[in-house]
């Protein structure tokens, strides 16, 4: 008997993809679209998000051309509690979450293979660019990049564990993004070019003080937007509007040097402003932490780091600091370390791990 396997279909050409190369590696597959949220709650069009009945056409109709059946799961509640609500409340105390992270962590590597699980499905795929390998030598599975570099998800997978990375497959991993549009091309699958999405699915227009405002029923209030003296240089219409590094609409006028945004304190409902060297730190701590080639780091380890998904790897030293605690030490300052972003550590391609950066 061929093993089973669950997709994740999103109607986009990745994961339309992935569902046919699992097909032809001889799984016995189905595939499913995860329902997220009512587009109506989120303040959007039905056809401006990743749930939109386009999508879900377009999941069908690939299931169909690849011959396995076709479902569509219900997470909407398991979604506003775990990211919409987890975003909205990171803001709301000053943190910039990555809620792509968290629904990785949380409902794609979570829900959906338990769900998976209580059907019987040995595995779950989805169309990320990433590779999981086992390391004949300890038994634990590693994640690695995907081999195109331009296209590579590694960043937002780093959460994931020994047992999620032992039920799941990528089979994009080793193909660029111009092969697998070719193979959804050959296949004739109508998104084989549809154009990606770069916003987060629930806040297609990135208007998030708008959402989070008709998410919690709360308006933001004004404030006093200060510099780091403490010195009032004007008002702003919510702090959770801004984030560590902004410097456009900020709404204050200056004759001196450019400013940027170098804090947010919510509870005093202040934005405080800094010139460009106050945004550069060279350490970082985080918790919540994941570390999957090993359990527990016993010693410092030369890493390359990233702070954001679109950003060079920089050279650093990290060192376990606490049961859940990292410390990462880097060559030379960066710039705008951002609470409730993630910090993701690489030995080369392969993925040491990660957690959420605290300060």
Not at 143 to 157: I, T
Not at 340 to 345: E, H, P, S, T, Y
Request: charge should be positive; hydrophobic fraction near 35%; include cysteine.
């Amino acid at each position: 008997m061929n093993p089973k396997a669950l997709i994740a279909m999103s109607g986009g050409v990745d994961s339309c993809v992935a569902a046919y190369l699992m097909k032809q590696r001889g799984f016995d597959c189905a595939g499913a679209m995860m329902r997220l949220f009512e587009n109506e709650e989120a303040g959007i069009s039905r056809e401006k998000s990743c749930c939109s009945i386009a999508d879900a056409r377009h999941a069908r109709e690939a299931a169909r051309k690849i011959g396995i059946p076709f479902f569509i799961y219900n997470f909407a509640g398991e979604f506003r509690e775990h990211i919409m609500r987890r975003f909205a409340d990171s803001y709301q105390c000053g943190k910039t979450p990555n809620p792509c992270i968290d629904c990785n962590r949380f409902i794609k590597f979570e829900k959906f293979l338990a769900r998976a699980r209580l059907l019987e499905y040995e595995r779950i795929a989805t169309g990320h660019y990433a590779r999981i390998e086992e390391d004949p030598g300890s038994g634990r599975y590693l994640l690695k990049k995907g081999l195109d570099p331009a296209k590579d998800q590694s960043y937002v997978l780093y959460a994931m564990t020994q047992a999620q990375l032992e039920r799941t497959v990528f089979p994009l991993g080793e193909l660029t993004k111009p092969e697998v549009r070719a193979i959804a091309e050959a296949r004739g699958f109508a998104n084989a070019h549809k154009k990606e999405s770069q916003d987060i699915c629930f806040i297609p227009d990135g208007d998030y003080a708008n959402f989070i405002e008709r998410f919690t029923g709360r308006v933001c209030e004004s404030g006093p937007v200060v510099d780091r003296q403490g010195n009032i240089l004007g008002r702003h219409k919510g702090a959770i509007r801004f984030t560590r590094g902004q410097r456009r609409g900020i709404g204050v006028s200056t004759s001196g040097e450019r400013l940027y945004v170098c804090a947010t304190d919510i509870q005093a409902n202040t934005v405080v402003l800094g010139t460009e060297d106050s945004l550069y730190s060279q350490t970082l701590t985080a918790e919540d932490i994941n570390l999957i080639p090993f359990a527990k780091l016993d010693k410092p380890l030369r890493v390359k780091a990233k702070i954001r998904y679109r950003m060079p790897e920089q050279p650093a030293v990290v060192e376990q600091t606490g049961e859940d605690t990292l410390r990462v030490s880097f060559d030379e300052p960066q710039r705008a370390i951002t609470r409730g972003q993630a910090v993701v550590l690489y030995d080369g391609d392969l993925v040491v791990g990660g957690g959420t950066i605290t300060g």
